[in-house]
């Protein structure tokens, strides 16, 4: 159940605080069923993060929790602001081009949220748990234009960017020709993968999503190894999973793990018995699936597990027994 908190006339933004980071998310349409669980995984980080949320479910700008703010914003006002604001127009019919806009919120946005007194500005996703995230970030991590959780690419649940070279980055000339192409949102007819100008390299980390992106008229920009290319000639980047995302580091068996969550901590293990803590858990293949359930009460502990089957209140050794049996099969 989503519980929001409107905030005082007086007080618009949380306080920002130093050396941080700011992570900008649109999210339009009703919120996941896993939105509290989210949420409560954000704010043990709340001293070093902020998450702001734009959803047209938000009747008001709404403070979540310490770590989580809701702001009201709409597919339309998105298209409003990137023209009058960056003079860039999508085509109506590529509304799943949201996501990739989370790039651009900080362009959009600095003048309305206190984006300006964060280091970092970036994006993240809902289906998402976290750990303590300012412990796996790289050592100096001023030093680096971008900071991401994947390898040689940019991560779509966990991209920072370092605020000082921003809007160098997003001044781009292939930012704005991505968003102002010509998709079809249907598959070629022709297997040639399609050469588009505007086209930015498909790169997921999923062999079957890029096989099927290569036929397609488009690719994502959140994922593209392109925004390395453009952050790189500012500074150095961070492209690596180890340690933020532990189930895509090598040797790690991501299709089979579970993840244990404990007062704000975060660990991850596969089949093959390997352990490790990082920054975050991305539990998208799982997320979908009927069998997933989510169970409110879960909340109300401050020691549960997330695998095949939902969300878990970690009550003994029994219950992950139960977990870990899942891995088997």
């Known amino acids: 159940m989503v519980v929001m908190i409107s905030l005082s006339s007086d007080s618009p933004n949380p306080p920002a605080p130093k050396k941080t980071g700011a992570f900008l998310i649109i999210y339009l349409g009703r919120l996941p069923r896993y939105f509290d669980f989210w949420a409560r995984s954000c704010e043990p980080n709340h001293t070093h993060f902020h998450w702001y949320v734009y959803t047209d479910q938000a009747k008001q700008k709404t403070i979540f929790n310490k770590a989580v703010t ?47 007194l964060y280091d970092f500005i970036g994006y993240s996703d809902l289906d998402v748990v976290y750990g303590k995230i300012k412990a796996f970030l790289p050592e100096h991590p001023l030093e680096y234009a971008m900071i991401s959780a994947a390898d040689e690419r940019p991560c779509g649940p966990f991209t920072l960017f370092n605020r000082q070279y921003l809007l160098k980055i997003l001044a ?44 397609l008229n488009f690719s994502h920009l959140d994922e593209s190894k392109d925004i390395v290319t453009i952050a790189q000639s500012h500074a150095p980047v961070f492209c690596r999973a180890d340690p933020l995302q532990p189930t895509m580091t090598r040797w790690f068996n991501h299709r089979k793990a579970v993840a244990f969550w404990k007062n704000g901590r975060l660990s991850v293990m596969d089949n093959k ?39 878990i209140n970690q009550r003994s050794c029994f219950t992950k027994l139960k977990m870990l049996l899942t891995l088997l099969y």
């Open 70 to 116: 809701l702001i009201p914003y709409s597919f339309e006002t998105l298209c409003h602001d990137l023209k009058s604001i960056l003079n860039i127009k999508i085509p109506r019919q590529n509304t799943w081009l949201v996501c990739d806009s989370r790039i651009l919120l900080y362009a959009i946005r600095k003048n309305e949220e206190p984006l300006d």
């Open 273 to 311: 018995g390997l352990r490790k803590e990082g920054a975050f858990f991305h539990f998208s293949r799982l997320k979908n699936r009927k069998r997933f359930q989510i169970d409110p009460d879960v909340l109300k502990s401050d020691h549960w597990g997330v695998y095949k089957y939902g969300f």
């Open 172 to 215: 781009h000339d292939r930012i704005k020709t991505f968003f102002e192409a010509e998709y079809r949102d249907k598959l070629d007819e022709n297997p040639t993968p399609v050469n588009l100008i505007s086209r930015f390299t498909p790169i997921s980390g999923n062999t079957a999503k890029d096989n099927i992106s290569s036929r």
